[in-house]
């Protein structure tokens, strides 16, 4: 279900499409019980979500993501057709579209299950390096195969793109190898810590944690990003403060 664009698109997004089935009740169910809720559906998907954003904030976007051959693809066609933003969808006809189902309570704490479905079948393969001529941004994060993650920021960079990876979900088979071909790194303060703990285990006697980021000299955290590998390295804090330890 290709869809081009022309002049080719500045930013290239490959990444994951998901729909999103969400509860919300007043409180969680425990095992076996049943609890009423009000039920809402809607286009998701950490890739999804990047590319939508760019699109609306006026960048010449191409969202690149798998599906299968079942309703909820049909969805995602028509969403970015409604948007007016360039997708190019790869069938997986032996998965279905991936899907999150989401619980929300009262209180605004919510419980996630993601089935990824076709997104991770997306496969090198499906993305030749013709596609990525011309673009001058290439994002992508880690709902997908990690082959394709690899390929991705591989390939973009021969294009002559900058390569950004947001390292979401954090993942215990993630390859450090992937760092060396990405320019800009965008983990939030979670994320962030997985990957000191995961790349760089001596750095600390104690594992790392979030209280500790929260509490590093500038000096400090500019070396450890720098221990990283990637030139840029954006730490996402969302409602955190950064400098004040627990």
Known sequence: MPKSTDPAPAIIVVGSYVQDLTWRCATFPTAGQTTLGRFTTGPGGKGSNQAIAAGRAGANTL?????????????????????????????????ATGTAAILVDDSGQNEIIVALGANEALAPRDLPATLFTGARLVVTQLETSLAAVAHTLRTARRAGATTVLNPAPMRADFD?????????LIPNETEFVALVNQLLPAYSKKPYTESTLAAEPPAALHALCRRLGPPVVLITLGGAKWGQAE
């Open 63 to 95: 969202f690149i993501g798998a599906v299968g051959t079942d309703a909820f693809a049909e969805v995602a066609l028509n969403f970015y057709a409604e948007n007016k933003i360039a997708a190019r969808f790869i069938l997986k006809p032996k998965h």
């Open 176 to 184: 450090p190898a992937l760092l060396r071909e990405t320019d800009i």
